[in-house]
């Protein structure tokens, strides 16, 4: 049984709010390039607005990641 069940159970948690969070930037990205007036405007949005929201969105993912890693890295630590 491993000791950093906390670190876990917040990675699952935290996975699956990034997972949201990249399907709601993206709708809302589209949602976005419709709303906009104008051919510029809407590239704009497609190309630096959208990868931002979808950049930013998976950082919970990221620290999801982190989280794993460290519980991994103390079960390893604390199996020697």
Same mark, same amino acid.
């Given at each position: 049984m491993t000791? &950093? *069940?906390a670190l876990r159970t917040w990675? @699952? $948690?935290?996975?699956?709010l990034g997972i949201l &969070? !990249? !399907?709601l930037a993206v709708a809302g990205t589209i949602i976005w390039a419709i709303? @906009?007036?104008g $051919?510029?405007?809407?590239?704009g949005v497609l190309l630096v607005g959208g990868p931002i929201a979808v950049f930013l969105a998976t950082l919970p993912i990221a620290l999801a990641q982190a989280f794993r890693a460290l519980a991994d @890295? *103390?079960?390893t630590v604390a199996a020697r």
């Amino acid at each position: 049984m491993t000791q &950093y *069940g906390a670190l876990r159970t917040w990675s @699952v $948690f935290l996975t699956l709010l990034g997972i949201l &969070y !990249v !399907v709601l930037a993206v709708a809302g990205t589209i949602i976005w390039a419709i709303e @906009v007036d104008g $051919f510029w405007p809407t590239l704009g949005v497609l190309l630096v607005g959208g990868p931002i929201a979808v950049f930013l969105a998976t950082l919970p993912i990221a620290l999801a990641q982190a989280f794993r890693a460290l519980a991994d @890295v *103390g079960d390893t630590v604390a199996a020697r």
